[in-house]
């Protein structure tokens, strides 16, 4: 196809020569110095030539506009928008599934699918990161997934480099949910726009007390992974304390991704670093979403 494309481009060329030879009456083009001979033709031959230039010109404009050959786009324009696909049944008869994944900010630029499971279609990419979405609609942005087995489930992440949404990988079971859809900030996946549309977004934030003997807290940050809404990019990106502190030390605040068991994290500043070597663990379900951290002291939060 792109030799093809190549070729009527070559072909395009080579009829615009002909028409500047057809209009170059006196056998030159130009003016003076700068002028560029071509074959001096007679009345019938200017008229041939016009015509084969034109006809050339006018086929590889046809061939274009057939084949809808891509102009330059920029690659942060907003996409287009097509119409949202939908199925006639509510089982899987086409071989694939439809995942729809709606953001509020209407950005979906750099946002991929990660797919996986035995029930997928050979042909189906499963190595991470995944793939671009086929299409954005009015809902967003959706893709389509090739389904080899209905029966078995498959698990499906979105996801921006570090940041997913929801943090965890979703299931989705092809024979009962042929057409599914995701909104930003649910941790789960709905059979109808109107539901994951409506459906609370889910807010978290976690909060860490930090104490130390000393009460010298200059330079002390801290470093989470696994479970903030917003992955750090760089160990000097650490979080800074809260401006006021309490009765106990300093305080951290941290929203968690929706989805979230909780998250990792460690105490340093700069090089030195408490709790090694592993950091410590906030799990929401056994210590809740506030917890109190001594210098030096292992073992479990202490919750609220």
């Not at 031959?45 to 016009?50: A, K, V, Y």
């Not at 389904?147 to 929801?166: L, N, Q, S, Y």
């Not at 000097?236 to 989805?259: M, N, Q, T, W, Y």
Request: aromatic share 10%; charged share 25%.
């Amino acid at each position: 196809m792109r030799f093809l494309r190549a070729l009527v481009g070559v072909a395009a060329l080579l009829g615009l020569g002909c028409l500047i030879v057809a209009l170059a009456g006196n056998g030159t083009i130009g003016y003076g110095n700068a002028a560029l001979n071509v074959p001096r033709l007679d009345g019938v031959g200017r008229w041939g030539l016009g015509i084969l230039g034109s006809g050339l010109i006018i086929a590889a404009i046809a061939y274009w506009y057939r084949t809808g050959a891509p102009l330059p786009t920029d690659d942060h324009a907003e996409p287009p928008r097509l119409p949202r696909p939908r199925r006639r049944t509510g089982t899987i008869v086409d071989g694939h599934v439809i995942l729809h994944y709606h953001r509020p900010d209407d950005r979906y630029d750099d946002w991929r699918l990660h797919v996986h499971g035995d029930g997928l279609a050979p042909e189906a990419p499963m190595d991470w990161p995944g793939r671009k979405w086929d299409g954005v609609d009015d809902f967003g942005a959706y893709w389509l997934v090739d389904i080899a087995d209905p029966a078995i489930a498959v698990t499906a992440t979105v996801h921006r480099g570090k940041k997913k949404d929801p943090y965890g990988p979703l299931t989705i079971y092809p024979d009962r949910q042929p057409e599914v859809f995701i909104a930003a900030g649910r941790a789960k996946v709905y059979t109808s726009a109107a539901t994951a549309l409506h459906d609370p977004v889910e807010k978290r934030t976690a909060i860490i007390h930090y104490k130390r003997p000393d009460s010298d807290y200059d330079g002390w940050t801290l470093w989470t992974w696994d479970g903030p809404l917003e992955p750090l990019s760089h160990w000097e990106s650490s979080l800074v304390p809260e401006a006021d502190r309490d009765d106990f030390g300093v305080v951290f605040k941290i929203e968690l991704a929706p989805g979230a068991p909780g998250l990792k994290f460690i105490l340093h500043n700069g090089d030195v670093k408490d709790h090694l070597p592993n950091g410590l663990e906030l799990r929401t379900a056994v210590d809740g979403l506030e917890v109190w951290v001594e210098a030096g002291v292992r073992g479990a939060l202490r919750p609220a």
